[in-house]
């Protein structure tokens, strides 16, 4: 495999990082909008949900990245690739949505997770196949 194979779930995982990182100044925003000031982490509902969404993220990207990556080395960059597209829509989605209420957060939650969830046992499938092929002789 090329560099150039996976420049497609390098792009992603840039994305992916700058996407946090957009996470993290909305919760600097958020912490002066609505008063909350470090160390805390509670005090008005429209930011803890703001806070959610960053946390949440973080938490998310632990699964996303790595099956992204074992899935574009071991089954298909392109494939991967895309998947990582409809995990960062999902994200984008589910911020969107929990930003206004917790209820509207689910529709990007299901995009991100399936996607995730695609990943790793694609990759999981995928590697175990492979190790099988490699046991045959």
């Not at 806070?51 to 949440?56: A, D, E, G, S």
């Not at 996303?64 to 392109?78: C, H, K, N, Q, S």
């Amino acid at each position: 495999m090329t560099k150039t194979e996976l420049l497609w779930p390098a792009l992603i995982t840039a994305l992916a990082t700058m996407l946090y990182l957009v996470l993290v100044i909305n919760v600097g925003r958020a912490r002066a909008k609505y008063g909350v000031m470090p160390p805390a982490t509670t005090g008005n509902e429209d930011f803890e949900r703001v806070l959610r969404v960053q946390y949440n993220t973080l938490e998310q990207l632990a699964f996303f990245l790595p099956g992204l990556w074992l899935f574009a080395i071991y089954r298909d960059p392109t494939i991967a690739a895309i998947l990582g597209a409809v995990w960062l829509l999902g994200r984008i989605l589910y911020a969107w949505g929990y930003y206004q209420a917790a209820e509207k957060r689910m529709v990007g939650f299901a995009l991100g997770s399936l996607s995730s969830m695609i990943l790793v046992v694609g990759a999981l499938l995928s590697i175990l196949w492979q190790l099988r092929q490699l046991s045959q002789f």
